[in-house]
T-cell receptor
Framework: DSGVTQTPKHLITATGQRVTLRCSPRSGDLSVYWYQQSLDQGLQFLIQYYNGEERAKGNILERFSAQQFPDLHSELNLSSLELGDSALYFC????????????FGPGTRLTVL | QKEVEQDPGPLSVPEGAIVSLNCTYSNSAFQYFMWYRQYSRKGPELLMYTYSSGNKEDGRFTAQVDKSSKYISLFIRDSQPSDSATYLCAMILPTGGGNKLTFGTGTQLKVEL
């Protein structure tokens, strides 16, 4: 158990819908990272937050947005869902100065029908 | 061309063999190099990370980085069936206060009895 929690574990929804994925980092970790893992694209970095502020962006679609709240939990919002958004979504957290040591959560499996 | 290239395998070896996993990359600005292990689509687990060229050893695992050749390797000695997993290389590009990570597609390893 990495100490990072993600809810829900599974999510099934329809195209065009909007969903919110939640992540709670390890106690004391200020950075939260979001990733998408699909069979054809591998693990893709989406976005990083540090203590509530966006710090780095990867291949995140405009339909996707994220935020980190004062209690450091983070939410990833996915809207206008398409079939291709079906994937595993992972959250990871890290603590400075060991920003390269990331602990991953168990993931949320999103299925868009 | 992808920034990080990794042979997807699968790689099958007998128990006790030495395993060599490799990645090449094109962006010389990458600064941190890591190896993750991922079991059955669960959250990746950090195995090794290094900053500079050279070797770093941890138990049965050795990470090797050659920045001049843009090539990193992970060696597993005395491989065990429990090492059967997908191994992902990852690289960090620091960007204005944040960290952008790029992962290889992963190599699937099977260690057979």
């Amino acid at each position: 158990d990495s100490g990072v929690t993600q809810t829900p574990k599974h999510l099934i929804t329809a195209t065009g819908q909007r969903v919110t994925l939640r992540c709670s980092p390890r106690s004391g970790d200020l950075s939260v990272y979001w990733y998408q893992q699909s069979l054809d694209q591998g693990l893709q970095f989406l976005i990083q937050y540090y203590n509530g502020e966006e710090r780095a962006k990867g291949n995140i679609l405009e339909r996707f947005s994220a935020q980190q709240f004062p209690d450091l939990h983070s939410e990833l919002n996915l809207s206008s869902l398409e079939l291709g958004d079906s994937a595993l979504y992972f959250c990871a957290s890290s603590a400075p100065p060991l920003v390269d040591t990331q602990y991953f959560g168990p993931g949320t499996r999103l299925t868009v029908l | 061309q992808k920034e990080v290239e990794q042979d997807p395998g699968p790689l099958s070896v007998p128990e006790g063999a030495i395993v060599s996993l490799n990645c090449t990359y094109s962006n010389s600005a990458f600064q941190y190099f890591m190896w993750y292990r991922q079991y059955s689509r669960k959250g990746p687990e950090l195995l090794m990370y290094t900053y500079s060229s050279g070797n770093k050893e941890d138990g049965r695992f050795t990470a090797q980085v050659d920045k001049s050749s843009k090539y990193i390797s992970l060696f597993i000695r005395d491989s065990q069936p429990s090492d059967s997993a997908t191994y992902l290389c990852a690289m960090i590009l620091p960007t204005g206060g944040g960290n952008k990570l790029t992962f290889g597609t992963g190599t699937q390893l099977k260690v057979e009895l």
